[in-house]
């Protein structure tokens, strides 16, 4: 069977079951404890199918291939673990609704988009290292912005004048927990997330020199990444000196996530989709 055909056939399969359990997780909102058990014993291996998946495009053909699709589908395989993770903690139910669907799509997309081959550095252990913080630390920020996102619908609904009934995509706030406990989440991930970002930039900085000889290439990607860096520090500091909370910290979230969007996923899919250029 060839690559296509059998990765084909393996996401469509992964796909389904991400959305299954989306759709368990919506007719189970108000239901708290029905589906949790299952949600915890599909979540992880749902997860390592899709890790297995990323591998097979990633490197299934023969040749080590990376591009927007793949590190969408790594960036939502780890949003996955952390909302696993995340849910034994703390019942952030709503997510499961956003984020599967996301990660059942992100399944499917290296079938069609398979990314650009890499020649430069494919066995080099510094690149290895350096995409997987990269990608951790997209993927604890992707969470946090999603985590964002929710806050601000919610308290865009707490101060509307007649709360709307908890009805369609308004169920979801009501599994909610409040907005100080979201906040206090949300900045736990933001820290985490900061920290892997820091990585990523340290760790591009001796792949840069490793590959080719100086220590920082000033492209797009690293203007972006470091505006993003620039931007979750504000934030942090902000909060630890001022106290920044609510719309004003949602604002620099919203504004960190853009940049580190646009530094790897958005260029590689205005390239390789728009433009065409792989």
Not at 175 to 193: C, K, N, T, V, W
Not at 237 to 245: H, N, P, Q, S, Y
């Amino acid at each position: 069977m060839e690559w296509a055909e059998f990765y084909g056939a393996a996401a469509l399969v992964a796909a389904a079951a991400y959305l299954a359990l989306a759709w368990v997780a919506w007719r189970d909102l108000d239901a708290r404890d029905r589906s949790s058990r299952w949600r915890a014993l599909l979540l992880p291996v749902l997860a390592v199918a899709h890790a297995f998946l990323l591998g097979v495009a990633i490197g299934g053909s023969g040749e080590l291939r990376f591009g927007f699709a793949q590190a969408l589908s790594a960036t939502l395989l780890l949003a996955v673990l952390v909302l696993w993770i995340e849910g034994m903690i703390v019942p952030v139910r709503g997510l499961d609704v956003i984020v599967l669907p996301a990660a059942a799509a992100s399944v499917l997309l290296p079938l069609v988009f398979r990314g650009a081959t890499m020649t430069a550095g494919a066995d080099s252990i510094a690149l290895r290292l350096h995409l997987l913080v990269a990608i951790a630390a997209y993927s604890l920020l992707t969470i946090a912005a999603l985590h964002a996102l929710l806050m601000a619908l919610l308290d865009r609904r707490l101060h509307s004048p007649l709360p709307a009934e908890a009805r369609g995509f308004g169920r979801v706030f009501a599994q909610l927990p409040s907005l100080l406990a979201l906040e206090r989440l949300l900045f736990q991930l933001i820290g985490a997330g900061f920290v892997l970002l820091t990585a990523t930039l340290v760790t591009g900085v001796f792949f840069s020199e490793q590959l080719f000889g100086r220590a920082l290439r000033f492209e797009h990607k690293t203007v972006f990444t470091i505006a993003a860096w620039l931007v979750f520090a504000g934030l942090l500091g902000g909060r630890l000196v001022f106290g920044w909370r609510g719309r004003t910290a949602l604002r620099w979230t919203f504004t960190g996530f853009l940049m580190l969007l646009l530094a790897y996923v958005g260029s590689r899919f205005v390239l390789e989709v728009i433009l065409r250029r792989v």
